[in-house]
């Protein structure tokens, strides 16, 4: 173990592509074109090894264009929990037993074949999701980062010592591996957060039935052939995509699930908590819960602020992917001194924001699904009455589901609009008269999940350090785009347990700790 830990260089985060050089944006055209000649094509469930179709299907389309049909996905019900817990129980046998090298390698495998395909994983993301070209390089690059990260910090785990040695004992720390878990991810990282959440598993000696969201499964059946590929054994991970009320609750409550790691909304999560928390005949372990479960996300605009930075870090983190990220800016909280050039400014950097197709590498693409474009609309629609428009509120033109970037201000801090996640691109903005009012506007949320400041007061910057209750803080920069080793991410109150993804203490959470004190002769 030793040996490789020694030749491991120190972690660098994957480098991004810088797609205003030609050659760059020549190759992520040729790879969406590339990519565009496999739609259609029919993806195998595959539990312990074994490819199976079922009758039920789940077809995957392109939220910029909906005729166009992405992947066709077998559909887990219930029926299926059993086998692939059999299968996940069986491979954990063998899999928990082997040397931490062995597991870390094969993360390093996987990060060497995301990095050699990366722009084929771009085109998935963009066609099936509709990130840019830059919002799918950024998760791309984040689920490399995961790999490399977790299998370092797995090495650092197997040589872990206790503080203190007694006199004639040889005092040791092992982490061990869990069991099985359930793995349910979400569509808006549908590469990132898909990795990370099952390598953090899988590295840590567990195995994994693996259920993705039925709006992204193709990326997720790509990844899933990459562990393949970098010599996954059968059963370490099993690909189901099913439907939740059928398939996820059925492997959640299954009294041999060891762990649930879920992103996605908190009424899901929540259901989950519940779920995991009453024990089954047969079960004899607490099941360990790692929720992400969304935000409502503030940014403070002082009066001392640059206005300019201020302006284009809220339009980036509201309007960037959609405003379809948890950690998305949907609510800016600006000093009445500064409110009404602030939101000038606002109004015209956001009217230079195009919305399109995103294979065009348009700045704002669709929405998710019909769904979500339906409810995001409606939000639009109270808002309307709740504030003022000032720029959007509609549906953009086009095939798919565009939305206009909208910006609704004078809104109540106890409005629905303030108050409820909405996750598209709507942004609410809020007059206060004093820092104090902001701060308290700002913790006045359900959630506590991201949350940044632009001021040059000192003082004021500590304040928020101290009082901001969120899990990531920003200090004059946007509230998205956490970097792996830098930003660990998780929230606070209902956006979770504060797995804090991308941290050196995450794989605490999918080990358990042995303590050995062993008397010597």
Known sequence: MATLAAAVRPFVNEPLLDFR??????????AIEKARKELGREYDMVIGGRRL????????????????????????????VEPAMQAALAAFGTWKDRLM???????FKVADILRRRKLEFNAWLTLEVGKNWEEAEADTCEAIDFCELYAREALRLASVEPPVQLPGERDSLRYSALGVGAVITPWNFPLAILTGMTVASVVCGNTVVLKPSSDSPTIAAKLFGALEEAGMPAGVVNFCPGAGATFGNGLVAHPKTRFVAFTGSRDVGLDIQVRSSQPQPGQIWIKRTILEMGGKNSIIVDSDANLDAAVEGVAVSAFGFQGQKCSACSRAIVHQKVYDQFLEKLRQRVAQIQVGDPAENKYMGPVINEGAMKSILNYIE?????????????RASGDGYFIEP???????????LSQEEIFGPVLAVMKVKDFDEALATANDTDYGLTGAIYSTSEEKIERAKREFHVGNLYINRKCTGAVVGAHPFGGFNMSGTDSKAGGTDYLYLFSQAKSIGHKLN
């Open 21 to 30: 050089k030609e050659a760059n944006g020549q190759a992520m055209r040729a």
């Open 53 to 80: 179709r079922t009758e039920e299907k789940i077809k995957s389309v392109n939220p910029a264009r909906p005729s166009e049909v992405i992947g066709i996905h077998q559909k887990a019900g219930r029926e299926h």
């Open 101 to 107: 090298e062995e597991r870390a390698e094969l993360l």
């Open 382 to 394: 109270i808002g309307k009455k709740e504030g003022r428009l000032v720029t959007g509120g509609k």
């Open 406 to 416: 909208t910006v609704i201000e004078d809104v109540d801090p106890k409005s629905r």
